[in-house]
């Protein structure tokens, strides 16, 4: 039992999203493509020639070189098994290895880390 009634306020409202400014903030340095592209192209499923398909980019970190800043452009290379899209009706894609990024979601490269902290 409550001596006094309890009044509850609903609040709504929506936050603003914050505009993507990275592609903006990236804009200003200068890039370097590196190329991720897988040494054998062999299929792992039937041994088959591996076709490049096309590539992606999958990731852009800033490297701290001594008074300046260069942006690296990390580029996916993908392939398609030949032998294998013959045989099944759907194709076999690999895609070549990437290194992950040190903080996940971030432009820092651990060059940038290891600035800000030493």
Not at 13 to 21: E, L, T, V
Not at 50 to 75: C, M, Y
Request: glycine share 4%; hydrophobic share 35%; proline share 6%.
């Amino acid at each position: 039992m409550e001596m006094f009634p309890v009044e509850r306020e609903e609040i709504t409202y929506k936050r603003k999203k914050a505009k993507g400014k990275r592609q903006a903030l990236l804009a200003q340095f200068d890039s370097e493509e590196l190329h991720h592209r897988l040494e054998d192209c062999i299929c792992p499923d039937c041994q088959g020639e591996l076709k490049e398909i096309g590539a992606s980019l999958q990731g852009q970190e800033l490297v701290f070189i001594p008074a300046q800043l260069k942006r690296i452009d990390h580029i996916q290379h993908s392939y398609k098994c030949q032998a294998c899209s013959e045989k099944n009706p759907s194709d076999k894609i690999v895609k070549a290895p990437i290194p992950k990024a040190p903080l996940a979601h971030s432009l820092g490269s651990a060059s940038i880390i290891a600035h800000t902290i030493h």
